[in-house]
């Protein structure tokens, strides 16, 4: 977690889903994203063509050198995966296969397929070059690596970046420009965390109160309305922030519903120095506190 947060640079963001990170240019950004911890994919690009695109799954068994070669043959075909070579991985021992064709008459691609061992996940990363360079095996997969599940997960994408204490999971995502959402679940717990940015257009909108009390569509029939707000503060290792929090009871008619948790808490603080509004809502406060607390950790402030 620490290290790849020390490969950003001024020209290069960090990627961190369901476990992977990684490290690209700023001007790639995901244009699909989907799937769970098990299964999934995200394409990223640029504004002229696709650039990189990841899929992965869990594998329970098999022969990794097996797979890796058939996955190959699936992308390149039988005659340039032939040409695929080991490519060494800086941390090798978290990788049971690593694998790279590099096409050598571009336009193309390049394909790089990895075996986790912290996760016992698969991972196909496509490249499409116009040109032969060696961004990709020097740059890109360099930052590759994986987290196991049962620990602390980190999560960044876009302009959001958070962490989620062990056991969490992600649950649904809604990425709209300047209104990110994460939701995660751990057990009967669960917990949403937003960010809408840049905070002084925000604030000319709604009050901080009134963005604290919207409640998502979802659950207006179930909750009601904040009734009362009062002040709360964040300690950040370098300053504080200040917020405000409050409760959201679900309506008394609804006493039967109990797949619904009879409150919700309620987190926001406008952090002026990254220029953001922070909200997290949920039935679990020290676990929404430690996310927030964490928001922007990929993002130097």
């Known amino acids: 977690m620490s290290s790849i947060s020390q490969l950003a640079t001024r020209n290069s963001q960090l ?22 911890w ?6 990223l690009a640029d504004m002229h063509q696709a650039k990189l695109g990841l899929r992965w799954r869990r594998a329970k068994r098999g022969d990794p050198e097996k797979w890796a070669d058939r ?4 992308e390149v075909g039988n005659l340039a995966a032939k040409q695929a070579a080991g490519f060494a991985m800086p941390e090798s021992t978290d990788w049971k296969v690593s694998k790279l064709y590099a096409d050598t008459d571009p336009p193309g691609r390049d394909v790089w397929v990895g075996w986790s061992n912290q996760s016992s996940r698969v991972l196909e990363i496509v ?15 360099p930052t590759v690596s994986d987290t196991p599940e049962s620990g602390e997960q980190a999560w960044s994408i876009f302009d959001l970046s958070c962490k989620t204490p062990s056991g969490w999971k992600m649950q649904w995502f809604r990425l709209n420009a300047g209104d990110l959402t994460l939701s995660f ?5 669960s917990a949403n965390v937003r960010q809408i940015g ?22 207006r029939k179930i909750y009601r309305e904040i009734d009362d707000l009062s002040d709360t503060t964040l300690d950040l290792p370098n300053r504080t922030l200040t ?5 959201l009871y679900r309506k008394r008619r609804l006493f039967w519903a109990v797949m619904f948790t009879k409150k919700l808490d309620v987190i926001g603080v406008h952090d002026e120095v990254r220029n953001r509004l922070f909200i997290a809502q949920g039935d679990d406060e020290p676990a929404m506190r430690e996310m927030l607390k964490s928001m922007g950790w990929a993002k130097k402030a």
């Open 243 to 247: 917020g405000r929090r409050g409760v």
């Open 38 to 43: 098990d299964q999934g994919l995200m394409l």
């Open 185 to 189: 679940k751990s057990k009967k717990k």
């Open 15 to 36: 990627l961190a889903w369901h476990g992977w990170n990684l490290a690209v240019p700023d001007t790639w950004n995901p244009v699909k994203v989907d799937g769970t």
């Open 127 to 141: 490249h499409h070059v116009k040109t032969r360079d060696t961004f990709f095996e020097q740059q890109v997969l």
């Open 198 to 219: 840049p905070a002084t257009l925000a604030l000319t909108r709604l009050k901080l109160d009134d963005w604290i009390g919207q409640i998502d569509k979802s659950l």
């Open 71 to 74: 996955a190959l043959k699936d």
